[in-house]
């Protein structure tokens, strides 16, 4: 886990050629059963593409700046720009 106090930190945490930002909280249920299939496509994927995963209560300007409503909330970067956002639904 990376904590980002900046946006300049997070800047530089998505400068990879694919980088997949894994927004989450501890106390969160999908994210935590989601977490086995992160890590198999850190293991898999090492060479590819980057994963981070971001603890919005730790990190909660840069949640805002996001617009991270919901959680768990996957963004895929390409180049540092946003290509692909996957939040829950809120029911």
Same mark, same amino acid.
């Given at each position: 886990?990376i $904590?980002?106090?900046? $946006?300049? $930190?997070?800047?530089?945490?998505?400068?990879?050629?694919?980088?997949?930002?894994?927004?989450?909280?501890k106390?969160?249920?999908?994210?935590?059963?989601?977490?086995?299939?992160? =890590?198999?496509?850190?293991? =898999?994927?090492?060479?590819?593409?980057?994963?981070i995963?971001?603890?919005?209560?730790?990190n $909660?300007?840069?949640?805002?700046?996001?617009?991270?409503?919901?959680?768990?909330?996957?963004?895929?970067? =390409?180049?540092?720009k946003?290509?692909?956002?996957?939040?829950?639904?809120?029911?």
């Open positions: 886990v $904590e980002i106090k900046s $946006e300049d $930190e997070f800047n530089t945490a998505i400068n990879h050629p694919f980088s997949v930002i894994d927004f989450y909280a106390w969160c249920g999908p994210c935590k059963r989601m977490n086995p299939y992160l =890590e198999k496509m850190k293991s =898999e994927m090492k060479d590819d593409l980057v994963i995963s971001i603890d919005v209560d730790q $909660e300007s840069l949640a805002q700046a996001l617009k991270i409503e919901s959680l768990p909330t996957l963004i895929l970067y =390409e180049n540092q946003s290509i692909w956002k996957n939040m829950r639904k809120i029911l």
